[in-house]
Protein backbone atom coordinates (compact mmCIF):
# COMPACT_ATOMS: atom_id res chain seq x y z
CA UNK A 1 0.00 0.00 0.00
CA UNK A 2 1.43 3.56 -0.79
CA UNK A 3 1.32 5.59 2.20
CA UNK A 4 -0.64 8.71 2.28
CA UNK A 5 -1.84 11.37 4.77
CA UNK A 6 -5.16 13.87 3.68
CA UNK A 7 -5.97 17.19 5.77
CA UNK A 8 -9.39 19.16 4.47
CA UNK A 9 -9.66 22.91 5.51
CA UNK A 10 -13.44 24.35 4.56
CA UNK A 11 -12.50 27.55 2.85
CA UNK A 12 -15.35 30.39 2.26
CA UNK A 13 -18.31 30.89 3.78
CA UNK A 14 -19.53 27.89 1.63
CA UNK A 15 -17.25 25.62 3.89
CA UNK A 16 -15.46 24.33 0.89
CA UNK A 17 -13.20 21.28 1.26
CA UNK A 18 -9.76 22.26 0.12
CA UNK A 19 -7.65 19.46 0.60
CA UNK A 20 -4.53 18.16 0.94
CA UNK A 21 -3.24 15.30 0.47
CA UNK A 22 0.61 14.20 0.69
CA UNK A 23 3.89 11.31 0.75
CA UNK A 24 4.64 11.39 4.85
CA UNK A 25 8.01 10.35 3.61
CA UNK A 26 8.86 13.01 1.27
CA UNK A 27 6.30 15.32 2.71
CA UNK A 28 5.57 15.90 -0.98
CA UNK A 29 2.04 17.31 -1.55
CA UNK A 30 -1.19 18.54 -3.83
CA UNK A 31 -3.44 21.29 -2.55
CA UNK A 32 -6.89 20.61 -4.67
CA UNK A 33 -9.19 23.45 -4.79
CA UNK A 34 -7.86 26.02 -2.75
CA UNK A 35 -10.74 28.40 -2.67
CA UNK A 36 -10.39 30.62 -0.52
CA UNK A 37 -8.74 31.93 2.83
CA UNK A 38 -4.91 31.00 1.07
CA UNK A 39 -3.26 32.48 4.90
CA UNK A 40 -5.21 29.59 6.40
CA UNK A 41 -3.90 27.13 3.56
CA UNK A 42 -0.40 28.69 4.22
CA UNK A 43 -0.85 28.27 7.80
CA UNK A 44 -1.65 24.53 7.38
CA UNK A 45 1.02 23.68 4.95
CA UNK A 46 3.57 25.16 7.01
CA UNK A 47 2.17 23.39 10.51
CA UNK A 48 2.59 20.38 8.49
CA UNK A 49 5.54 20.95 7.01
CA UNK A 50 4.54 19.97 3.47
CA UNK A 51 6.71 21.06 -0.05
CA UNK A 52 3.74 21.74 -2.42
CA UNK A 53 4.49 20.36 -6.13
CA UNK A 54 0.85 20.52 -7.13
CA UNK A 55 -2.15 22.58 -7.26
CA UNK A 56 -5.16 21.12 -9.10
CA UNK A 57 -8.67 22.70 -9.40
CA UNK A 58 -11.82 20.65 -10.32
CA UNK A 59 -14.53 23.13 -11.79
CA UNK A 60 -14.24 27.01 -11.86
CA UNK A 61 -16.56 28.26 -9.07
CA UNK A 62 -15.15 30.66 -6.39
CA UNK A 63 -15.30 28.84 -3.45
CA UNK A 64 -13.00 26.30 -5.34
CA UNK A 65 -10.82 28.45 -7.39
CA UNK A 66 -10.86 31.85 -6.24
CA UNK A 67 -8.01 31.74 -3.55
CA UNK A 68 -5.76 29.79 -6.27
CA UNK A 69 -3.64 32.75 -7.64
CA UNK A 70 -2.88 33.97 -4.21
CA UNK A 71 -1.85 30.92 -2.87
CA UNK A 72 0.39 29.77 -6.01
CA UNK A 73 1.93 33.42 -5.31
CA UNK A 74 3.18 32.62 -2.09
CA UNK A 75 3.82 29.33 -2.81
CA UNK A 76 6.03 30.35 -5.77
CA UNK A 77 7.67 33.17 -3.79
CA UNK A 78 8.95 30.11 -1.26
CA UNK A 79 10.03 27.43 -4.15
CA UNK A 80 12.33 30.38 -6.17
CA UNK A 81 14.08 31.61 -3.24
CA UNK A 82 14.96 27.74 -2.80
CA UNK A 83 15.75 28.09 -6.54
CA UNK A 84 12.98 25.78 -7.29
CA UNK A 85 10.56 25.94 -10.34
CA UNK A 86 6.79 27.75 -9.93
CA UNK A 87 4.34 25.45 -8.66
CA UNK A 88 2.20 23.93 -11.65
CA UNK A 89 -1.66 24.94 -11.16
CA UNK A 90 -3.54 22.65 -13.35
CA UNK A 91 -7.32 22.39 -14.47
CA UNK A 92 -10.23 22.24 -14.59
CA UNK A 93 -11.17 21.63 -18.59
CA UNK A 94 -10.66 24.12 -20.79
CA UNK A 95 -14.75 24.43 -21.24
CA UNK A 96 -14.96 26.29 -17.54
CA UNK A 97 -12.63 29.67 -18.33
CA UNK A 98 -15.82 31.55 -18.76
CA UNK A 99 -15.72 30.24 -14.65
CA UNK A 100 -12.30 31.18 -13.93
CA UNK A 101 -12.89 34.85 -15.43
CA UNK A 102 -15.47 36.00 -13.47
CA UNK A 103 -14.75 34.30 -9.91
CA UNK A 104 -14.73 38.07 -9.29
CA UNK A 105 -17.69 38.94 -10.47
CA UNK A 106 -19.53 35.97 -8.91
CA UNK A 107 -17.43 37.32 -5.23
CA UNK A 108 -18.88 40.25 -5.70
CA UNK A 109 -22.71 38.88 -6.17
CA UNK A 110 -22.17 37.17 -2.82
CA UNK A 111 -20.32 39.93 -1.15
CA UNK A 112 -17.32 38.33 -0.74
CA UNK A 113 -13.89 40.12 -1.00
CA UNK A 114 -10.23 38.56 -1.66
CA UNK A 115 -11.43 35.99 -4.56
CA UNK A 116 -9.05 36.32 -7.94
CA UNK A 117 -10.10 35.28 -11.21
CA UNK A 118 -7.09 32.72 -12.55
CA UNK A 119 -6.07 30.86 -15.37
CA UNK A 120 -4.15 27.55 -14.51
CA UNK A 121 -0.93 26.71 -15.77
CA UNK A 122 -2.29 24.17 -18.16
CA UNK A 123 -5.98 22.80 -18.59
CA UNK A 124 -6.79 19.17 -18.30
CA UNK A 125 -8.27 16.41 -20.16
CA UNK A 126 -10.20 13.24 -19.84
CA UNK A 127 -7.92 10.49 -19.49
CA UNK A 128 -4.68 12.18 -18.12
CA UNK A 129 -2.72 11.14 -15.55
CA UNK A 130 -0.73 13.45 -12.82
CA UNK A 131 1.72 12.07 -10.51
CA UNK A 132 3.07 13.14 -7.44
CA UNK A 133 5.53 10.92 -6.20
CA UNK A 134 4.26 7.31 -6.36
CA UNK A 135 0.33 8.54 -6.36
CA UNK A 136 -1.53 8.84 -9.38
CA UNK A 137 -4.31 10.94 -10.17
CA UNK A 138 -6.60 10.29 -12.62
CA UNK A 139 -8.40 12.70 -14.52
CA UNK A 140 -12.11 12.33 -15.65
CA UNK A 141 -14.20 14.52 -17.55
CA UNK A 142 -17.60 15.24 -15.41
CA UNK A 143 -19.78 17.48 -16.59
CA UNK A 144 -23.00 18.79 -15.29
CA UNK A 145 -22.28 21.10 -12.53
CA UNK A 146 -20.07 22.73 -14.65
CA UNK A 147 -19.40 22.32 -18.32
CA UNK A 148 -15.65 21.91 -17.31
CA UNK A 149 -15.99 19.75 -14.25
CA UNK A 150 -12.98 17.02 -13.62
CA UNK A 151 -12.41 14.59 -10.34
CA UNK A 152 -9.23 12.88 -9.35
CA UNK A 153 -8.89 9.42 -9.12
CA UNK A 154 -6.38 7.66 -7.42
CA UNK A 155 -7.05 4.01 -7.78
CA UNK A 156 -4.08 2.77 -5.66
CA UNK A 157 -5.00 4.21 -2.59
CA UNK A 158 -8.97 4.04 -3.78
CA UNK A 159 -9.35 7.73 -3.06
CA UNK A 160 -11.19 9.90 -5.25
CA UNK A 161 -11.80 13.95 -5.18
CA UNK A 162 -14.90 14.78 -6.88
CA UNK A 163 -15.95 18.40 -6.20
CA UNK A 164 -18.99 19.45 -6.50
CA UNK A 165 -19.76 16.00 -8.49
CA UNK A 166 -20.93 13.81 -6.17
CA UNK A 167 -22.08 14.03 -2.42
CA UNK A 168 -22.71 12.16 0.70
CA UNK A 169 -26.84 11.77 0.16
CA UNK A 170 -27.21 14.53 -2.84
CA UNK A 171 -25.55 15.80 -6.22
CA UNK A 172 -24.61 18.67 -7.46
CA UNK A 173 -26.16 21.80 -8.30
CA UNK A 174 -27.75 22.32 -12.05
CA UNK A 175 -29.44 25.15 -11.59
CA UNK A 176 -27.19 27.40 -13.37
CA UNK A 177 -27.53 28.78 -16.86
CA UNK A 178 -25.00 26.09 -17.63
CA UNK A 179 -26.09 23.45 -15.29
CA UNK A 180 -27.12 20.35 -17.15
CA UNK A 181 -28.69 17.59 -15.02
CA UNK A 182 -28.80 14.72 -17.60
CA UNK A 183 -25.42 15.20 -18.04
CA UNK A 184 -24.51 14.90 -14.35
CA UNK A 185 -26.34 11.63 -13.99
CA UNK A 186 -24.80 10.23 -16.69
CA UNK A 187 -21.23 11.22 -15.56
CA UNK A 188 -22.21 9.75 -12.30
CA UNK A 189 -23.22 6.46 -13.40
CA UNK A 190 -21.09 6.17 -15.94
CA UNK A 191 -17.64 7.59 -14.96
CA UNK A 192 -17.74 7.39 -10.88
CA UNK A 193 -19.92 4.59 -10.35
CA UNK A 194 -17.68 2.04 -12.02
CA UNK A 195 -14.57 2.77 -9.95
CA UNK A 196 -16.26 0.23 -7.67
CA UNK A 197 -17.86 0.01 -4.44
CA UNK A 198 -15.31 0.61 -2.09
CA UNK A 199 -14.04 3.86 -3.97
CA UNK A 200 -13.72 6.72 -1.10
CA UNK A 201 -14.33 10.51 -2.12
CA UNK A 202 -13.72 13.66 -0.24
CA UNK A 203 -16.42 15.95 -2.03
CA UNK A 204 -16.57 19.72 -1.94
CA UNK A 205 -18.92 20.17 0.79
CA UNK A 206 -19.67 18.10 3.44
CA UNK A 207 -18.45 14.76 4.95
CA UNK A 208 -17.23 12.32 1.66
CA UNK A 209 -18.77 8.91 1.38
CA UNK A 210 -17.59 5.55 -0.66
CA UNK A 211 -19.31 5.02 -4.40
CA UNK A 212 -21.01 1.80 -2.71
CA UNK A 213 -23.06 3.90 0.08
CA UNK A 214 -24.06 6.01 -2.00
CA UNK A 215 -25.35 3.54 -5.13
CA UNK A 216 -27.11 2.05 -2.33
CA UNK A 217 -28.63 5.21 -0.54
CA UNK A 218 -28.06 8.35 -2.54
CA UNK A 219 -31.96 9.30 -3.04
CA UNK A 220 -30.63 11.44 -5.94
CA UNK A 221 -29.41 8.46 -7.43
CA UNK A 222 -32.16 6.00 -6.79
CA UNK A 223 -33.83 5.46 -10.34
CA UNK A 224 -31.06 6.89 -12.08
CA UNK A 225 -28.49 4.38 -12.38
ZN1 LIG B 1 -19.38 24.32 -7.63
Known sequence: ?????????????????CSLIWEPGSRQAAIID?????????????????????ILLTHGHLDHAGGAKALKGVVDAARLAAG???VPLLGPDVR????????????SHFGMTGLRNVHPDRFLVEGEVIEL???????????????GHV????????????????????IGRTDFGYGDYDALITAIRDKLMPLGDDMEFVCGHGPGSTIGVERASNPALQGNL
Open 1 to 17: MIPYQTATIPVTVFNQN
Open 34 to 54: PGGEPGRIIDAINRLNLKVEL
Open 84 to 86: QEP
Open 96 to 107: DLFLLDTIEAQA
Open 133 to 147: GQLRFEVLHTPGHTP
Open 151 to 170: VFVERQIRLSFVGDTLFHGG
